[in-house]
């Protein structure tokens, strides 16, 4: 089955420490993304990647880091400098018509709950 | 930035009944996408209407948009308690250097009551 797997489903981070979080898809999209969403909020966009070794910055880039060496993965590592990590992060990718068009929903994985402890 | 605005930000009705979710938002659009989210879980798309379009239904679904008004709704008929779930707007809209960002609402919570 295509889809887009998200590990660990729940990750603790301890003060001053990395954590990366995985995010693997098999549907041959293009763009990925990665969200975070705080209680009772929406999805604010932390980074995008729309081909292989290209990124960009999303609203909340801060204290997040990423990497595209593969199609199919977009690991996030949450950084020490981000202060307030504790959050629901949500990995999404999508297929990509060109760079004119964009008609295509998102595909979402399940999420990773990360916790500071 | 968050672009869209649901409303209610909670509804409560019973199975069988309608629900309807309105979404307002600022800027131009590409398209409007409306998502379903069980609690804990990721979201799940379920309809797509371009800014060309005026109305769009897949199943008990309808989905409507007025760009003259910066506003959509979605319409869940006969609900069940399974609709249960929060149900968030997300608008695409050019971003420059040739692509489109996705900004979502901060959703409404949908309770179906058998």
């Known amino acids: 089955d295509g889809g887009i797997t998200q590990s660990p489903k729940y990750l603790f981070r301890k003060e001053g420490q990395n954590v990366t979080l995985s995010c693997e898809q098999n549907l041959n999209h293009d763009a990925m993304y990665w969200y975070r969403q705080d209680p009772g909020q929406g999805l604010r966009l932390i980074y995008y990647?729309?081909?292989?070794?290209?990124?960009q910055k999303g609203d909340i880039a801060e204290g997040y880091s990423v990497s595209r060496e593969k199609k199919e993965s977009f690991p996030l590592t949450v950084t020490s400098a981000q202060k307030n990590p504790t959050a629901f992060y949500l990995c999404?990718?999508?297929?990509?018509?060109?760079?004119?068009?964009?008609?295509?929903?998102?595909?979402f994985g399940s999420g990773t709950r990360l916790t500071v402890v | 930035s968050q672009q869209g605005e649901e409303d209610p930000q909670a509804l409560s009705i019973q199975e069988g009944e309608n629900a309807t979710m309105n979404c307002s938002y600022k800027t131009s659009i590409n398209n409007l996408q409306w998502y379903r989210q069980n609690s804990g879980r990721g979201l799940v798309h379920l309809i797509l209407i371009r800014s060309n379009e005026r109305e769009k239904h897949s199943g008990r679904l309808r989905v409507t948009l007025d760009t003259s008004k910066k506003s959509s709704s979605l319409l869940i008929t006969a609900s069940r308690a399974a609709d249960t779930a929060s149900y968030f707007c997300a608008t695409a809209a050019y971003s420059g250097a040739g692509s489109y960002q996705l900004t979502f609402g901060k959703g409404t919570k949908l309770s179906v009551i058998p």
């Open positions: 990647s729309q081909i292989v070794n290209d990124f």
């Open positions: 999404a990718s999508s297929s990509q018509g060109g760079t004119r068009t964009n008609n295509y929903g998102y595909t």
